[in-house]
């Protein structure tokens, strides 16, 4: 069984920053991929950002040079360093872990930027 804990959600004015932490946590393995998704109020969760276990990272095109992915393999820790916040990235956000066919999620945090 495979748990995620986020932490370091919460209010922040426009042009802001936050950082978004993870943890996962279980039986010992070796995960594909960790990443971060969220959802806002009436909208899909869409995906924010990825990193692979070799680090390789994807990023939706809205938070390309603002926000940016890093992991710890040894920790199974993901984290999300958010700059230049935006009202619109007010959402949901929720961590991701991949682990062989199966996907599993954190419970989310959420981020909500004033303007």
């Known amino acids: 069984q495979v748990q995620l804990v986020e932490s370091g959600g919460g209010l922040v004015q426009a042009g802001g920053s936050l950082r978004l932490s993870c943890a996962a946590s279980?039986?010992?393995?070796?995960?594909?991929?960790m990443g971060w998704y969220r959802q806002a109020p009436g909208k899909q969760r869409e995906l924010v950002a990825i990193?692979?276990?070799?680090?390789?990272?994807n990023y939706a095109d809205s938070v390309k040079g603002r926000f940016t992915i890093s992991g710890d393999n040894a920790k199974n820790t993901v984290s999300l360093q958010m700059n230049s916040l935006k009202s619109e990235d007010t959402a949901i956000y929720y961590c991701?872990?991949?682990?062989?066919?199966?996907?599993?999620w954190g419970q989310g945090t959420q981020v909500t930027v004033s303007s």
């Open positions: 991701w872990l991949k682990w062989g066919v199966s996907g599993y």
């Open positions: 279980g039986s010992t393995f070796s995960f594909n991929a």
């Open positions: 990193i692979t276990r070799g680090g390789t990272t």
